[in-house]
């Protein structure tokens, strides 16, 4: 399996292969695609393997099961993957918006809580600009 390949894209270039080899005249069994599927998958999924190898034999799996399997678990990984991807962009976007400085209190209208707008001078004065 290609670093960042999707397990629906490397099962269908699979089944591609073992039908080219069914095709020469060597009949591989199911099982034995299996087998050689869970050895050649990412590091991404050694510690799933791993779990499944202690509950199941996971050698007699069918291509079918194992691809399910691998799906369910493709899924999972990514929707964990996307959300801390997301508390980290949520982070950044907090710390850009409360930067404040002089600069942005020109803008602000007079009637505005001045505490908010300090400048350098010290604690509750306004900038001025000046």
């Given at each position: ?47 799933m393997?791993?779990?499944m ?28 993957v ?49």
């Amino acid at each position: 399996m290609r670093e960042g390949e999707r397990v629906q894209q490397y099962v269908s270039r699979i089944i591609i292969l073992v039908n080219k080899i069914n095709g020469l005249g060597y009949d591989l069994e199911e099982k034995e695609v299996g087998s050689k599927v869970t050895r050649s998958l990412t590091p991404k999924y050694d510690h799933m393997i791993t779990s499944m190898k202690e509950a199941r034999d996971v050698d007699q799996l069918s291509l079918d099961e194992l691809s399910g399997i691998l799906q369910a678990y493709e899924a999972i990984f990514d929707r964990f993957v996307d959300q801390q991807t997301y508390k980290v962009l949520y982070v950044k976007g907090e710390a850009s918006i409360s930067s404040g400085g002089p600069q942005e209190c020109e803008n602000w209208p007079t009637d505005f809580n001045r505490e908010r707008c300090r400048g350098f001078k010290g604690r509750g004065r306004g900038y001025d600009g000046g």
